[in-house]
């Protein structure tokens, strides 16, 4: 049986829905695993969202975790950490005393599902971390937006999901498996023909998010986000896929798993529900 540490930020009903997916494959049958804890950098009582999340959580009868960064950060008179600027050292204590909050707990891989802060050494080198990431392998890093908005400027001819390794590199550690989607075709190439000739930057001020490509493209991801998730853990369950315990600091090679017909296959059974 896999034994799974949950890390989760709970800003919304995305994680909501990846953590009930999660509890749901393994209710009935298809993940040999269980969730040994959550773990959040929030505390109860500071956002109704999260809040909702950790009622979730309790519901499950699954260990909650939580220690505030922004409290902790504070307690400590540390600087905010910044876009393109080295992590303050704070974070780094950060992550030594969350190491202690999850001592007393068995675990093989940690899965960051909608987890917003960035992690240190002492914890990606505690256990295997994985994280979702909105792009195909030869695809760029960054949030979903700024991944989107770049799948527009380059006028690409697909989409990916891919779920990586956590390492010191911001969304680029090894690859351990992915899958792709096709942005041409029926429902979309009528999409394409809305924005000939215009600029990406054009769009964005215009129609920003809400114009209807980006809209689609962002669609095409999300659904794929939990069949990879489930996906690829239960790979790992049933030994298909292996990863060192001390994976996110040694440098290990991975072949990256292509797992685009089992996404596909998922889709079209789900639909057919």
């Not at 499950?60 to 876009?83: C, H, M, N, Q």
């Not at 001592?103 to 979702?132: C, F, H, K, Q």
């Not at 600029?199 to 669609?219: K, N, V, W």
Request: charged share 25%; proline share 6%; net charge negative.
């Amino acid at each position: 049986m896999l034994r799974i540490g949950w890390f989760a930020t709970g800003r919304g009903e995305g994680s909501q829905k990846l953590l009930r997916a999660a509890i749901d494959a393994i209710e009935a049958g298809v993940l040999d695993a269980r969730i040994s804890f959550v773990f959040s950098n929030r505390e109860p009582g500071t956002y109704e969202a999260t809040d909702n999340f950790f009622s979730q959580v309790k519901s499950y009868g699954i260990p909650l975790v939580t220690l505030s960064d922004s409290r902790f950060r504070k307690e400590r008179g540390g600087e905010v950490a910044r876009a393109g600027k080295p992590i303050p050292a704070w974070r780094r204590e950060y992550d030594e005393k969350v190491v202690d909050l999850l001592a007393p707990y068995e675990w093989d891989v940690g899965m960051l599902a909608g987890y917003y802060l960035i992690t240190t050494e002492p914890l990606y080198s505690l256990r295997p971390l994985l994280n979702l990431h909105p792009a195909a392998p030869d695809q760029p890093a960054g949030t979903w937006q700024q991944v989107t908005w770049q799948l527009i400027e380059r006028r690409v001819d697909h989409g990916g999901i891919r779920i990586h390794l956590v390492t010191a590199g911001l969304d680029e550690g090894p690859i351990v498996t992915y899958c792709t989607y096709p942005l041409r075709g029926p429902g979309i190439d009528d999409l394409w023909r809305s924005i000939e000739g215009r600029s990406t930057e054009e769009i964005q001020q215009a129609e920003g998010e809400a114009h209807p490509l980006f809209q689609e493209m962002r669609r095409r991801g999300v659904a794929r986000e939990i069949p990879l998730l489930v996906e690829t853990l239960r790979a790992l369950a049933d030994g298909r896929l292996s990863l060192p315990r001390d994976a996110g600091v040694t440098g290990v090679e991975i072949e990256p798993r292509d797992l685009t017909t089992d996404i596909e296959a998922a889709l079209a059974k789900a639909a057919l529900a």
